[in-house]
């Protein structure tokens, strides 16, 4: 639920495309850009599961332990309760975990355990930026690595290329990826195939490795060496790495392309993969350890498949980075992060965008990660805490779901939670065994960005408070000043967050300038709990008499605010807008500590900075630049 993978390589949702024509084309696209991430994991799962910081003994048990578990946490996880039930709770088309948080969050407004939810889909998101840091940086370096099987020689030059990548990788984000994207599909269908193939050709010569579909190896192995067992699932859930993006993409392919891909193609070729990986391990024992993806393939094609698995890797790294960009502009638009500057890549795809404070940041702290552990084994010690946890959150989310959603009687609800959460609790704590290795990493990001998104809502929820205290009713200030201050031709908005009260700017612009324009337009930006309001819908307008109007727009919070379009299109406001004739005022806030302050001293200073740090509403609002008037005020909190 977290994750938002490649969700700015497609444009508008795509859920409406109908036919078998239409289905085919998208799973295509889904191929390309939601299966990434879990699609790499064969680089490194299998052979972390047997050689990583708890390994397990090279025996025929063993392995048919390890591949039935991967096999059926598949099952579990990704058919079971990703791609049948999780997926069915979209919003409008939607899916995702702030998108998630707003239709649960948006039924639930009465219940008084509504703030803890918030909380949890907060967190889920806070742990998304940790587990978007790690995926390149392992995927890269684990495809990477493939070059010291392939060409010994090369061995050395592994980091230093990986590093290049992921450099020229964050570079070419300002671009857009429109263009490259079209290969994304084509490239990671390939990838599927060749490791499907590899698998099948492996499997043939040992296939007594087709025994460990039966569940029964699974259980075998937790009666007889459970503690083993236990620890082999902080590797083996690095085969479901990825597994959220089904229903975070879930708006831009739709429901089913998904199913398709994931049932018809994806989910076959990973379990082809693995049973080869633990076919060939079976016939040549440890040796094999020392890469059983890249071991599976001849020796003379050992090279082009690294130049495959790169170029997948870097696919993979993209959708999570773009998946970075989509879910900032998310909690932007939902008041979780201040306002940031958006870049659009592309005249014609809305869903294209580029936030350089995200992407540089997103380089540095995976260029540090790659320098700092320096291969892909050490890294996957970090990977897997953010994934667990946020598993978990969408199970608890899914709990609201099915109890205040859809009704499901108790009898239905309470077995299948019992069974999502025993798998998930299972694999998060086994993961909290590699927190002194490099599972604190992702914990401690998660934790920063949690302090900053919560301290960003609740200081601007407090703002808008003390805001509202000290407002002038607006009934009031028309019989006041209407009359009294001398009226100018023209049209004035003014931007208020409250759609009550007389605004700063407002007061401050009759303060000193002693006047008022011929209409005067109180308008209030609204995002809605859903991600594509409709146009039609989307202005309430209010005459307030005297020339004043109160106008409140509403989008959704996959939408992006334009205030010039919106007013372009209303024609019950007296004469159309035309810029050269409107003038926007904004009121840029000064904090103030309070002598009743709502929140901790700390946090009141952090909020300020950030406050001080955000993007202008100009551009945010897309407001013409020479036509923008700012004026300030303080305001305690």
């Known amino acids: 639920m977290v994750a938002e993978p490649g969700a700015d390589l497609v444009g508008a949702p795509a859920a409406h495309c109908h036919g078998p024509d239409g289905i085919i084309k998208l799973s295509l696209g889904a191929i390309g850009v939601v299966f990434g991430d879990i699609g790499t994991s064969p680089l490194y799962a299998f052979r972390e599961t047997f050689a990583g910081h708890h390994p397990l003994a090279v025996d025929a048990f063993h392995i048919m332990g390890v591949v039935s578990l991967m096999f059926w946490s598949m099952m579990l996880v990704v058919t079971v309760k990703y791609v049948s039930i999780i997926m069915r709770a979209d919003n409008k088309g939607e899916g995702g975990s702030l998108a998630l948080l707003a239709l649960v969050s948006g039924k639930t407004k009465t219940k008084r355990w509504t703030a803890g939810i918030v909380l949890l889909g907060v967190f889920a998101t806070a742990l998304f930026y940790g587990d978007s840091m790690i995926t390149p940086a392992v995927t890269v370096l684990g495809a990477v690595e493939g070059l010291a099987i392939a060409a010994p020689g090369l061995g050395g030059l592994v980091l230093p290329i990986a590093v290049v990548i992921l450099v020229a990788l964050f570079s070419i ?61 902080g590797s083996v859930v690095l085969a479901v790495t990825g597994a959220e993006a089904l229903y975070a993409d879930m708006g831009h392919f739709g429901r089913n392309p998904i199913r398709v891909s994931w049932l018809f193609f994806v989910l076959p070729a990973l379990i082809l993969n693995y049973m080869g990986q633990g076919a060939m391990l079976m016939r040549d024992g440890t040796p094999a350890l020392a890469s059983p993806f890249y071991l599976l393939a001849p020796e003379y094609l050992q090279l082009p498949l690294v130049l495959l698995a790169t170029a997948a890797a870097v696919i993979a790294s993209q959708a999570v980075i773009t998946g970075a960009f989509s879910v900032t502009q998310q909690a932007i638009q939902l008041g979780f992060i201040p306002r940031l500057r958006i870049e659009h890549t592309s005249a014609s795809t809305a869903g294209q965008i580029y936030i350089p404070l995200v992407n540089w940041l997103l380089m540095a702290m995976v260029l540090l990660l790659v320098l700092a552990f320096r291969s892909s084994a050490n890294l996957t010690s970090a990977y897997g805490i953010a994934v667990t946890g946020a598993m978990m959150i969408d199970t608890c989310l899914l709990g609201v779901v099915l109890f205040r959603l859809w009704n499901w009687p108790a009898y239905y609800a309470v077995p299948l939670l019992a069974v999502l959460f025993l798998v998930d609790g299972a694999y998060f704590a086994a993961n909290l065994t590699k927190v002194p290795d490099g599972g604190w990493f992702p914990l401690l990001i998660g934790l920063i960005i949690f302090t900053l998104l919560t301290t960003w809502a609740k200081g601007r929820k407090l703002m808008i408070e003390r805001m509202r205290e000290g407002a002038m009713p607006i009934k009031v200030f028309i019989q006041s000043a209407a009359t009294s201050a001398t009226r100018v031709p023209g049209t004035a908005v003014f931007m208020t967050s409250s759609p009550e009260g007389v605004p700063h700017a407002l007061l401050h612009n009759l303060k000193h300038n002693k006047v008022l324009h011929e209409r005067i337009i109180l308008l209030t930006i609204k995002i809605m709990d859903e991600p594509y309001y409709p146009d039609g819908g989307r202005c309430h307008l209010e005459d307030l008499d005297q020339g004043f109007h109160r106008m409140v727009l509403k989008y959704g919070f996959m939408q992006e605010p334009d205030v010039p379009a919106a007013l372009a299109r209303i024609h019950q406001c007296g004469a159309d807008f035309r810029m050269m004739d409107t003038s926007f005022f904004l009121s840029r806030q000064t904090l103030l500590l309070s002598a009743r302050p709502g929140m901790m001293v700390w946090r009141e200073k952090l909020f300020a900075w950030m406050l001080r740090n955000a993007e202008s509403a100009m551009e945010f609002f897309r407001l013409p630049t020479n036509r923008v008037v700012e004026l300030g005020s303080q305001v305690e909190i």
């Open 173 to 233: 984000q300002r671009s857009g990826t429109s263009k490259i994207g079209l290969f994304f599909g084509p490239v990671m269908l390939l990838y599927f195939a060749v490791i499907a193939t590899l698998g099948v050709l492996s499997v043939v010569k040992t296939p007594d490795i087709l025994w460990a579909l039966s569940p029964h190896y699974a259980v075998e192995f937790f009666l007889y060496d459970p503690v083993r067992a236990f620890l082999a699932l």
